[in-house]
C-alpha cells in the first residue's frame, strides 16, 4: 500500500530498492535497478533506470514489444521508456491515486521480463563489464546503480584519474596566451560603448528611450565581447586545470574590461579634443564615472559581471565522470 508520498524509504523498499547516494538501488527481476523519485507529494515522476549489457543501438532494443497495460501507458506516454549504452531509463508519469509500490511493481516486473527475454543481460550475476567475476553488491555513482567488479571498478577509476587534470595545469600557456584573448575583448569592449554613447546621445535636444529589457540583452552581448574571447581561449587548453581557469577566467576578462574602458574614453576624448591620450584617459577615468549617472553605472558593473560569468563559464573544464 506503499504511495512515495507517505513514505518514500518504505516505497521503495517494497520494490525490493535501498537508499544509496541519491537513489534508490536492488535488483528486480535479475536487472540491476535505480530509482529516483521527483517531487514524490507532488505530480510524481518515477525515474527507474535498469542496467543491461548492451549498446543504445543494439538490433534487440529495436523490436521490443509490451502487452496489456504497459502497452496503454506507453500509447499516453505515463511510461517512457529509452535506451542508452548499458541503462535503460523507465519513466513512470503521474499515475494518479493508485501510485502504490504494488502498482508500480506490476507495471515494472512485466517490462523487465520483456527485457530479459530479448536478451539484454546474460548471467544476472556477473559483472556488467568484464562479464566474468560474480558481483554481491551494487553501486551507485554519478546518479547511476551499476554492477561491477572491484577490478573494473579499480580499472574506471584510473581511467578517471588520468582524464582529470591537476588544479594548476596548463597554467603557462594560459597565463601566455589569455592576455592577447583579453585584449581582443578590450578592443570590442571599448568598440561597444562608443557605438552605445553614439546612439544614446539626444539628437537635436531629444532624450532617447531604450526599453530596460533590450539594454539587459545589450549588456550582456556587451559582457561577451570580453567574456568571449577569453573564455574561448582558455578552453583551448585541453588538459587545463580547474583552478587555473577560474583564476585565469576572472583576472582577464577584468582586465580585458579595464583596458577597454580606457580605450573607450581615449576615443571619448579624442571625439573631443582630437588628440590620443591614454595618460589623460586614465586621468579622467575617476570623473568619469562620478559624472555618470547611477542607472548608466548600475549598467556598466551588469555587464563586467557577465563578462566574468561569462569567461568563465565558457572556460570551466567539464567534469570528468566514472565510465559507467
Ligand atoms: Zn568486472
Request: hydrophobic share 50%; aromatic share 8%; charged share 15%.
Amino acid at each position: 500500500m506503499d504511495a512515495p508520498g507517505n513514505n518514500i524509504v518504505a516505497f521503495a523498499g517494497s520494490l525490493g530498492l535501498t537508499p544509496s547516494g541519491e537513489l534508490f538501488v536492488g535488483r528486480r527481476g535479475g536487472f540491476p535497478v535505480g530509482l529516483k523519485v521527483v517531487d514524490p507529494h507532488g505530480a510524481v515522476l518515477l525515474l527507474f533506470q535498469v542496467r543491461h549489457w548492451l549498446l543504445g543501438n543494439a538490433p534487440q532494443l529495436k523490436s521490443l514489444a509490451y502487452e496489456g497495460e504497459v502497452s496503454d501507458l506507453l500509447a499516453t506516454k505515463k511510461i517512457e521508456i529509452e535506451f542508452d549504452d548499458r541503462i535503460a531509463w523507465v519513466t513512470m508519469i503521474d499515475l494518479g491515486q493508485t501510485f502504490t509500490s504494488e502498482r508500480v511493481g506490476a507495471l515494472l516486473d512485466p517490462i523487465l521480463k520483456v527485457f530479459g527475454a530479448a536478451g539484454l543481460i546474460g548471467d544476472p550475476e556477473l559483472c556488467h563489464y568484464c562479464q566474468k567475476e560474480k558481483v554481491d553488491d551494487l553501486i551507485s555513482a554519478d546518479g547511476k546503480v551499476a554492477q561491477i567488479c572491484p577490478t573494473c571498478l579499480a580499472e574506471r577509476d584510473k581511467k578517471l584519474k588520468a582524464n582529470t587534470a591537476p588544479a594548476a595545469s596548463e597554467a603557462v600557456p594560459i597565463a601566455l596566451m589569455t592576455p592577447a584573448a583579453a585584449l581582443v575583448g578590450a578592443f570590442l569592449w571599448a568598440a561597444c560603448w562608443s557605438l552605445y554613447s553614439k546612439l544614446t546621445e539626444p539628437l537635436d535636444g531629444e532624450t532617447v528611450f531604450v526599453p530596460r529589457i533590450l539594454l539587459a540583452v545589450a549588456m550582456v552581448l556587451i559582457g561577451l565581447t570580453v567574456g568571449g574571447p577569453v573564455g574561448w581561449l582558455i578552453k583551448q587548453n585541453r588538459r587545463r586545470g580547474g583552478a587555473v581557469s577560474a583564476a585565469a577566467a576572472i583576472l582577464f576578462s577584468l582586465l580585458g574590461v579595464f583596458v577597454g574602458e580606457i580605450l573607450h574614453l581615449v576615443w571619448l576624448i579624442y571625439r573631443e579634443f582630437h588628440v590620443v591620450s591614454f595618460s589623460g584617459a586614465v586621468h579622467v577615468m575617476p570623473d568619469y564615472y562620478l559624472g555618470s549617472g547611477g542607472f548608466f553605472l548600475g549598467m556598466k558593473v551588469f555587464a563586467v559581471v557577465m563578462a566574468v560569468v561569462l569567461a568563465y563559464g565558457i572556460a570551466k573544464p567539464p567534469k570528468a565522470t566514472l565510465e559507467l
